[in-house]
């Protein structure tokens, strides 16, 4: 059974960083593509971030130079690392792998 848990999102202010955490558990991150989304209010998912099976990364434009996604096989988690966080980041995040997907964690930038 697959099990994706999201952790590390908050409440910050612009301009912070957050560290989010998807844990995987029953499918391996190091052996599948490890998509981060986030769902904004009254807008459609959006791709975030992706990490590729050999370790290649993609990034949405939005987020381009500001997050950076990486991965732990030991602990088989992927991460995003939010620097320069904006208003316009506020959504829930959520991880995806080969279809399953995680509860997702809440960020909220605000002053």
């Known amino acids: 059974q697959v099990q994706l848990v999201e952790s590390g999102g908050g409440l910050v202010q612009p301009g912070g960083s957050l560290r989010l955490s998807c844990v995987a558990s029953?499918?391996?991150?190091?052996?599948?593509?490890v998509t981060w989304y986030r769902q904004r209010p009254e807008r459609q998912r959006e791709l975030v971030a992706e990490?590729?099976?050999?370790?290649?990364?993609y990034y949405s434009n939005t987020v381009k130079g500001r997050f950076i996604i990486s991965r732990d096989t030991a602990e088989n988690t992927v991460f995003l690392q939010m620097n320069s966080l904006r208003p316009e980041d506020t959504a829930l995040y959520l991880c995806?792998?080969?279809?399953?997907w995680g509860q997702g964690t809440q960020v909220t930038v605000s002053s």
């Open positions: 995806e792998v080969r279809g399953n």
């Open positions: 029953g499918i391996s991150v190091g052996a599948n593509v």
């Open positions: 990490i590729f099976s050999g370790g290649s990364t």
